[in-house]
């Protein structure tokens, strides 16, 4: 399985762009990798993916390097209402057509007036 | 609303009851997944199912098990309680699209089950 390590927290003021980055080494061939914000107390909701270099939505925006080891999620001009836990997925086959999608401790994102 | 149905939202017993969380998936995901998230930790994989199948199993504990019925709403059963599983429980599913797209498996979770043992 693919193992992901991201900073556990970060602070940063409104209307800046905030960038998290994912490091994930033993990412497989066939892997996507998968971002998702969590609020207190709600289910994590998915922001965005991608497989290799830059992908961009009407949220965010995700680079992948060639070597795709790791990852960074960049968050233009985030707002009070971006502050939340921000996690890095990527998944694995145990086999068999098993996928075990873990979860590692996330990023804490405060945004601060 | 993401279309994922977790009842009951709120369930609080003693230690060494059983409970039984629900779930719902989105209408035409067959995957389901519940995740354990205990106060100020990450998300816990507990376990998978495929359309009624198991397909993979995380730290699930022998206490607790699971089973996805044909109607494709899943149930987990926790038994013999303790104080430390109070948590709260996330149920995800997912349209599977085969080992060669897993990677572009997008997980819509529900609003959560939150236990309290006491």
Redesign the interface.
Known sequence: LAKTTQPISMDSYEGQEVNITCSHNNIAT?????W?QQFP??????II?G?KTKVTNEVASLFIPADRKSSTLSLPRVSLSDTAVY?CL??G??GA??????????TKLSVIP | DSGVTQTPKHLITATGQRVTLRCSPRSGDLSVYWYQQSLDQGLQFLIQYYNGEERAKGNILERFSAQQFPDLHSELNLSSLELGDSALYFCASSVELGPSLFGANVLTFGAGSRLTVL
């Open positions: 066939n892997d996507y990798i998968t998702y107390s709600q289910g994590p909701r998915f993916q497989y996690y990527v998944g086959d145990s057509g098993s996928y075990q999608l873990t979860f590692g401790k996330g």
